[in-house]
């Protein structure tokens, strides 16, 4: 009998231990509500690398969450949708930009605030954005772009002519 009342307060230590690990790992990432805050949108030509749960940060300082994506219709742009911490309050000339932690990083939302009088506030959309760079695109084109080293045959200079001696 004492063996199963052993077996039963080990089992429970474990599923605690289980979910407090659980509560703890939500609320580190942000998921499940445990950040609360404003809701701000923002619309860019490419959101490559950029998912739900993606930081957003300030000077590099996590500053909120995206908590969604979509295509607009009727302009083709990605919608950007985040939570930021109530605590930030950025100018409504804030600008957006996707980038990333380094050369093959994850990516993330860069805000750089502006200097207007005006905060932004739950629903405001951030107009100043730049998209995502595509990364391998970029290198492609530097490699197998031609270099202009050598001028082509239509463009060379022509010979100066040679006056014949008398």
């Known amino acids: 009998m004492n063996s199963t009342k052993l077996e039963t307060l080990v089992g429970a230590i474990v599923i605690l231990a289980a979910i407090g690990f659980f509560v ?10 445990g950040m609360g805050g404003y ?8 959101v490559d690398g950029v998912a739900v749960g993606s930081d957003v940060r300030v000077a590099g300082i996590k500053v909120g ?7 607009d219709p009727k302009s083709y742009q990605a919608q950007i949708d985040m939570v930021l911490q109530p605590q930030i309050q950025l100018a409504d000339d804030t600008s957006a930009k996707i980038t990333s932690e380094g050369l093959l990083g994850s990516k993330f939302v860069a805000l ?24 391998w695109s ?3 084109q530097a490699m197998f772009s031609k270099s ?9 200079p022509a010979d100066p002519a040679v006056t014949p001696k008398p």
Do not use: C, M, R
Not at 24 to 33: I, M, R
Not at 112 to 135: C, F, H, R, W
């Open 112 to 135: 750089e605030p502006g200097g207007a009088d005006g905060k932004l506030t739950e629903g405001s959309v951030i107009s100043y954005t730049q998209g995502s760079v595509d990364i």
């Open 65 to 71: 969450t995206v908590v969604g994506q979509h295509l």
């Open 24 to 33: 703890f790992a939500a609320k580190a990432s942000g998921f499940g509500g």
């Open 39 to 46: 809701h701000v949108s923002a619309q860019f030509d490419n």
């Open 148 to 156: 202009g080293s050598s001028p082509s045959p239509a463009t060379k």
């Open 138 to 140: 970029l290198i492609s």
